[in-house]
């Protein structure tokens, strides 16, 4: 299924420019030319990420976003703005805004940042919710897990969403750049050491004998595979 875009931008030649850019690149795309209709609009469609420029008539981009959150609508963002200043930009990320780019910006950076922004906030389900193996237990849902020895952790979102692509890829490598690839952004700077990091806890709460793992094993000069 497609992820779905909302645009909302008053500038005619921009927003048409970037509607059909965005369909090409097989997005959803749903416009909005003011602030006015933006809530509404957003609650209708119900998009995976908003492009929201700052400078619109009626309600700006950042009253837009302040509504938003108070109506407890937490869509990614991503706000285009024409204005270059460095209080602009810090206030809109200081709100919690996902990204910012400045017009006039590059169509494929803004491509790029999109995808990251995606695949950086996209949900972790659609799986079962809890997996059990070897008296351990994983809960998607709740972000918990039932250690080897019996004690309830509560994981990050990072770890929940690397343990779900190991259960997905059950008894397969996956590769190192696969990894990173599926579950870093580039400016994140990650590394092969930071998944062994993430490898070598999961041993602590998930095998007997953590030196001598048993379901999270380590490939060498590949990658890593869980087993059950």
């Excluded at 469609?45 to 938003?68: A, H, R, S, T, W």
């Excluded at 400045?102 to 906030?121: A, G, Q, S």
């Amino acid at each position: 299924m497609a992820f779905k875009i909302l645009l909302i931008e008053d500038e005619l030649t921009l927003r048409e420019t970037l509607k059909l850019n965005l369909e090409l690149e097989s997005y959803q795309v749903e416009t909005c030319d003011s602030g006015e209709n933006a809530i509404f609009l957003t609650q209708k469609f119900n998009p995976d990420l908003i492009l929201l420029d700052i400078m619109l008539p009626v309600y700006n981009g950042i009253e837009i976003y302040k509504q938003l959150k108070g109506l407890k609508i937490n869509i990614p963002v991503v706000f285009l703005t024409a204005k270059n200043t460095v209080q602009d930009k810090i206030e809109g990320l200081k709100l919690g805004a996902d990204d910012y780019i400045t017009k006039p910006f590059d169509l494929e950076e803004l491509l790029l940042r999109i995808n990251n922004v995606l695949k950086h906030n996209k949900p972790i389900a659609q799986l079962s919710e809890i997996f059990k193996f070897n008296n351990c237990e994983i809960n998607f849902s709740t972000f918990q897990a039932k250690t080897i020895n019996g004690s309830l952790e509560t994981l990050s979102k990072r770890e929940i969403a690397l343990l779900k692509l190991l259960v997905d890829n059950l008894n397969n490598v996956i590769s190192r750049d696969e990894i990173l690839d599926k579950l870093w952004t580039k400016d994140e700077n990650p590394s092969s050491r930071t998944i062994d990091n993430y490898i070598l806890n999961f041993r602590k709460l998930f095998e007997h004998n953590p030196k001598e793992p048993v379901h999270f094993q380590s490939i060498r000069g590949v990658g890593y595979k869980f087993c059950v």
